[in-house]
């Protein structure tokens, strides 16, 4: 069974640039898998902010992007602010109707 | 704007069964897919479920293959998942997530509603 792969946990500097990763066990991640891309802080529901791997949703700042790097899905903040600090979920669409989410990344702003 | 209410949590004994329902308003239902999505306490997302927009097409994961059934009434713009032979690892926010005409992975969440499995 294919596991989607996260970063456990990242840090970064306020006001500094981080690249958050979304790859497989086995293979190679593409646009053909329409990598989503969420935050969520404690007690809140997920909020999207990337879709299909390089479209922000309505009103998420130009600091979120997202695209392929390599082999794996990314997610990159630039200018990051304390307010960026959450747990990042990326999901990826293995075909046959089935979505798997990655474990999550928990992002410190420090 | 996408509003979904999940409603029909609560606290259910193992091996019984239970009813989320999901209404949907601020979009045409009857033209997008819709998921369900759960999160075990303390734990990451989960996808459970999908239904394609006219309900022909269901798909789910192997951990509810079998006990849960996602369909919706598109004349009611509602979305439900009901959940027989319920376990305690069911335990979880379960979220309705609006996807798109296909199957590709869902972009607005409902806030979720709490099932809770326990003697």
């Known amino acids: 069974q294919t596991v989607v792969t996260q970063e456990p946990s990242f840090s970064v500097s306020p006001g500094g640039t981080v690249t958050l990763t979304c790859g497989l066990s086995?293979?190679?991640?593409?646009?053909?898998?329409?990598p989503n891309w969420y935050q969520q802080t404690p007690g809140q529901a997920p909020r999207t902010l990337i879709y299909?791997?390089?479209t922000r949703s309505s009103g998420v700042p130009d600091r979120f992007s997202g695209s392929i790097l390599g082999n794996k899905a990314a997610l990159t903040i630039t200018g990051a602010q304390a307010d960026d600090e959450s747990d990042y979920y990326c999901?990826?669409?293995?075909?046959?109707?089935?979505?798997?989410f990655g474990g999550g990344t928990k992002l410190t702003v420090l | 704007q996408v509003q979904l209410v999940e409603s029909g949590g609560g606290a259910v004994q193992p091996g019984r069964s239970l009813r989320l329902s999901c209404a949907a308003s601020?979009?045409?239902?009857?033209?997008?897919?819709m998921h369900w999505v759960r999160q075990a306490p303390g734990k990451g997302l989960e996808w459970v479920a999908v239904i394609s927009y006219d309900g022909s097409s269901k798909f789910y994961a192997d951990s509810v293959k079998g006990r849960f059934t996602i369909s919706r009434d598109n004349s009611k713009n509602t979305l439900y998942l009901q959940m027989n032979s319920l376990r305690a690892e069911d335990t979880a926010v379960y979220y309705c997530?609006?996807?798109?005409?296909?199957?590709?992975?869902?972009?607005?969440w409902g806030q979720g509603t709490l099932v809770t499995v326990s003697s």
């Open positions: 299909s791997t390089n």
């Open positions: 086995s293979g190679s991640v593409s646009t053909s898998y329409y």
């Open positions: 997530v609006k996807g798109f005409r296909d199957f590709r992975p869902p972009a607005d």
């Open positions: 601020g979009f045409t239902f009857s033209s997008y897919g």
């Open positions: 999901v990826l669409y293995m075909g046959s109707g089935i979505s798997v």
